[in-house]
T-cell receptor, first 113, second 112 residues
Framework: EAGVVQSPRYKIIEKKQPVAFWCNPISGHNTLYWYRQNLGQGPELLIRYENEEAVDDSQLPKDRFSAERLKGVDSTLKIQPAELGDSAVYLC???????????FGPGTRLTVL | GQNIDQPTEMTATEGAIVQINCTYQTSGFNGLFWYQQHAGEAPTFLSYNVLDGLEEKGRFSSFLSRSKGYSYLLLKELQMKDSASYLCAVSQSKTGRRALTFGSGTRLQVQP
């Protein structure tokens, strides 16, 4: 069974440029998460989707970040414009509801210059 | 809010046993997870505790005391490949175990 898929794996952009990350969760997982992980820290939740509904986006900086999950499967996270402090690894995860376990994708390492 | 504490770094010797502690303060506790994360890779699930006691899974065991807000991950017969960060994460009942709050992780270095 395929795991959580993310692309791109790496992205380098200049500040003020836009950037987008894509995630395909494990088939059948209704809950999808976007996390941001800074070096030496644990993942921090940005947004959680239940199917296509964003049910927890309290930690998402809404002035520059947006996310969507239009058909309740794939999701896109966008930053516009990017700032230097946005450099981090952006992780997508999906949840197996039968075990409450979250499975993570490989992440996108973003560097903002 | 939630507060999760774990040591920043630990060092142990190949073949030995190491215990990684995690303390937490949260309202509506609903479960504790341990994840392993190798450098540059995604976190992978290790264990889940919701009731007090010890859960054993091969070389790894996890313990929970809800009254003390305390958990530990025990790694036996350490191997070099166990060098990684170990993340403690807590879920709250208000989210029905759908959301996790992670600690900063403990970076374990296994030496020959």
């Amino acid at each position: 069974e395929a795991g959580v898929v993310q692309s791109p794996r790496y992205k380098i952009i200049e500040k003020k440029q836009p950037v987008a990350f894509w995630c395909n969760p494990i088939s059948g997982h209704n809950t999808l998460y976007w996390y941001r992980q800074n070096l030496g820290q644990g993942p921090e939740l940005l947004i959680r989707y239940e199917n296509e509904e964003a049910v927890d986006d309290s930690q998402l900086p809404k002035d520059r970040f947006s996310a969507e999950r239009l058909k309740g499967v794939d999701s896109t996270l966008k930053i516009q414009p990017a700032e230097l402090g946005d450099s981090a690894v952006y992780l997508c995860a999906s949840r197996d509801s039968s075990t409450d376990t979250q499975y993570f994708g490989p992440g996108t390492r973003l560097t903002v210059l | 809010g939630q507060n999760i504490d774990q040591p920043t770094e630990m060092t142990a010797t190949e073949g030995a046993i190491v215990q990684i502690n995690c303390t937490y303060q949260t309202s509506g506790f609903n479960g504790l997870f341990w994840y392993q994360q190798h450098a540059g890779e995604a976190p992978t699930f290790l264990s889940y505790n919701v009731l007090d006691g010890l859960e054993e899974k091969g070389r790894f065991s996890s313990f929970l005391s809800r009254s003390k807000g305390y958990s530990y991950l025990l790694l036996k017969e350490l191997q070099m490949k166990d060098s990684a960060s170990y993340l403690c994460a807590v879920s709250q009942s208000k989210t029905g175990r759908r959301a996790l709050t992670f600690g900063s992780g403990t970076r374990l270095q296994v030496q020959p």
